[in-house]
């Protein structure tokens, strides 16, 4: 079996954690596809462990590791999705959403993926097409799209067209597209609804609205959006998943629309959307006096 690695290498505790995986792999007869950026965390020079590009790592992998956090799940994950290699993540540190496994139990993970013994959860992603007068530029996203005030004070203001008909304009610190994986991570901090992954839809959520009156919503996931901004004096920039930012100006629009590629999570049965909630966000839990 072949398991690729990708990893945020400014996280503490990464070369023990890389190399206590190397090992396991040693031990069950598997192999190691790692980027040649890491070459310098591997303290060991074994035939199983292969450095190649990050594309080639993708298509060859049965399995993609990921060791850090949601991070490093949300970096991968436009490359990921190209080719719909299955990913677990390991958390080195953080809240850990997207993650399956933490240092802990990362060898009892492993070892069920092994025996077979996982699932393959689909999440879809976003197309976000950033369409300025001469040219257009496309990105995915597995949280959400981001519109921001780019340090303006000011509110926004964003317009926004849901399958061709006029919605909103939205006046507001910003406005946020996001998926349901992404309904637990910036979204949540803004109010928005928690969306179980496994119901495709589309969440539009206002960052401190000027209007008590203007909610959250949540759309078909067939939908596709149309946003510009209304004003001459404010130049802000589009998120991706805040892996980066990409500035647009008042005569250039973004569409956003289901992407038709998905990222595949390894579940376990013993780590459930509700069981996740309940641990990361500490639900049920009585203060301590």
């Not at 590009?53 to 049965?62: A, Q, R």
């Not at 001469?134 to 399958?163: C, H, I, Q, W």
């Not at 008590?212 to 959006?225: A, G, H, K, Q, W």
């Not at 100006?249 to 959307?273: M, P, Q, W, Y």
Request: glycine letters at 8%.
């Amino acid at each position: 079996m072949k398991f690729g690695i990708f990893a945020n290498t400014e996280k503490s505790g990464l070369q023990e954690t890389l190399n206590a995986l190397i090992e396991w792999v040693k031990r069950n007869n598997s192999e190691v596809l790692a980027p040649e950026t890491m070459k310098s965390f591997i303290t060991k020079k074994l035939t199983f462990i292969n450095l190649l590009n990050i594309e080639t790592i993708v298509k060859e992998s049965d399995i993609i590791i990921s060791l850090g956090g949601d991070g490093t799940m949300l970096g991968a994950a436009e490359i990921i999705g190209i080719d719909d290699t299955p990913v677990m993540g390991i958390n080195l540190g953080g809240l850990g959403f997207l993650t399956q496994a933490s240092v802990e139990n990362m060898f009892d993970r492993l070892d069920k993926i092994k025996k077979g013994e996982y699932k393959i959860e689909k999440r879809m992603m976003l197309e976000a097409d950033v369409i300025y007068p001469s040219e257009r530029k496309s990105f995915f996203a597995l949280n959400d799209v981001v519109f921001n005030r780019a340090g303006n004070p000011r509110m926004m203001k964003t317009e926004v067209y849901v399958d061709d008909t006029y919605f909103n304009t939205y006046v507001s610190d910003g406005l946020i597209i996001s998926t349901p994986t992404g309904s637990t991570a910036y979204s949540l901090s803004a109010g928005g609804p928690i969306v179980v992954p496994g119901l495709e839809a589309i969440i539009l959520n206002p960052i401190c609205p000027h209007a008590v009156t203007v909610r959250p919503t949540i759309i078909p996931s067939e939908s596709v959006i149309d946003i510009t901004v209304a004003q001459d004096d404010l130049e802000p920039f589009v998120s991706i998943d805040g892996q980066r930012n990409i500035f647009f100006t008042n005569n250039s629009r973004v569409t956003i629309k289901k992407a038709d590629r998905h990222i595949s999570l390894v579940t376990f049965e013993e780590c459930g959307f509700f069981k996740i909630l309940r641990e990361k966000l500490q639900w049920g839990r009585l203060p301590h006096k």
